[in-house]
């Protein structure tokens, strides 16, 4: 390569790196403001309370005992994941549900959170905003684990569980390694948080929302600031599903276990029907363990709902909830005699 062509070379590789910081310095303002927009005019369902220093977002409706208490799974949706059960159970008893640290409306942190540290936050944001027990915990996906710690460490003020298409503490060591990569996982935290921070991820979600529901529409907008909390889930996913080994069993609390009667309609392009029928099975097994850890658990399978049961099938986790207070009134008025 001669001098002119090297120094024309030069020029244009420095005019590229050029353009690329400045559509880098474009993508963080826009991200920015867009951030802010989405602050401005969606505004929290519930109150703000501070909590370690920190905003946590808290909803609460209806009023009578014992309170409910919802926790989300590991997932964009937080407290608006439950909306399509939240008003009903409002309607007989105080329900509460809630946005997990760095999710929707609550502040986030610079840490990887510990089981202990999620349960520990949630107790004292319901006592901070005079939410008072008994409660029955409701909890979906990995929302399913985190209840059972937190009726671990405060089994005194819980009086019953609905476990809704729960994870189960083994399943990462019960699937096949062929299942377990087949399922997936998120991209490099790195990559995921530079996409984020750069407005790459918010133009790649702001397709049409035509046939979408205003809540998931809602969380899709706070995605990319929900994302690094539930990337700091996602990385102490083990030490979460290591707490309840040490928490037990029920004992003889009533427990409802709702399990996904069918598979997503769109697997992941890896998943196999040799490795979905695996899935099932193991899935099927480690449900039924989840049901035996009361001896007053009962199992029911939704054969019409896929792992949201929520949103599929709300009715199954209004009935299981109204059953389990049902169970609690009679217990009471049995006491009384």
């Known amino acids: 390569m001669d001098g002119p062509t090297l120094k024309w070379f030069k020029r244009i590789s420095l005019g590229v790196v050029a353009l690329a910081g400045v559509a880098v310095i474009l993508g963080i303002a826009f991200e920015q403001w867009s951030r802010w927009s989405v602050a401005r005019d969606y505004q929290p369902t519930g109150q703000l309370f501070e909590v370690d220093g920190r905003a946590m977002h808290l909803y609460c409706a209806g009023s009578g005992e014992p309170t409910v208490v919802l926790e989300s799974g590991l997932d964009i949706g937080g407290s608006l994941a439950w909306v399509t059960v939240q008003p009903e159970i409002a309607k007989t008893n105080r329900v509460c549900s809630y946005d997990r640290t760095g999710i929707l409306w609550s502040d986030g942190r610079d840490e990887s959170p510990t089981a202990n540290q999620i349960t520990a936050r949630l107790h004292t944001l319901l006592g901070i905003a005079s939410e008072r027990p008994p409660y029955v915990l409701v909890g979906h996906s990995l929302g399913g684990p985190l209840t059972m710690v937190f009726a671990d460490r405060?089994?005194?003020?819980?009086?019953?569980?609905?476990?809704?298409?729960?994870?189960?503490?083994?399943?990462?060591?019960?699937?096949?390694?062929?299942?377990?990569?087949?399922?997936?996982?998120?991209?490099?935290?790195f990559i995921a948080k530079t996409m984020a921070a750069t407005g790459l991820l918010r133009l790649l979600e702001s397709g049409p929302m035509d046939g979408v529901p205003d809540e998931t529409q809602v969380a899709l907008k706070f995605f990319p600031q929900s994302l690094s909390g539930l990337l700091s889930e996602f990385a102490a996913i083990d030490e979460i599903f290591g707490k309840p080994f040490e928490a037990g069993s029920f004992g003889n609390l009533p427990l409802i276990v709702l399990t996904a009667g069918k598979l997503p309609d769109e697997s992941p392009p890896a998943m196999t029907p040799e490795l979905e029928a695996e899935f099932s099975k193991v899935w099927s097994e480690l449900q039924?363990?989840?049901?035996?850890?009361?001896?007053?658990?009962?199992?029911?399978?939704?054969?019409?709902?896929?792992?949201?049961?929520?949103?599929?099938n709300p009715n199954a986790v209004i009935g299981a909830i109204r059953d389990i207070l049902a169970s609690i009134e009679v217990s009471t008025l049995g006491g009384q005699e």
């Open 154 to 189: 405060y089994r005194d003020e819980v009086d019953g569980v609905v476990l809704v298409d729960s994870s189960h503490p083994e399943q990462k060591k019960r699937f096949s390694p062929e299942v377990m990569e087949a399922m997936g996982g998120p991209p490099p935290a």
């Open 288 to 312: 039924i363990e989840l049901t035996a850890l009361s001896i007053n658990g009962e199992q029911r399978v939704i054969d019409d709902a896929t792992h949201y049961i929520q949103y599929d």
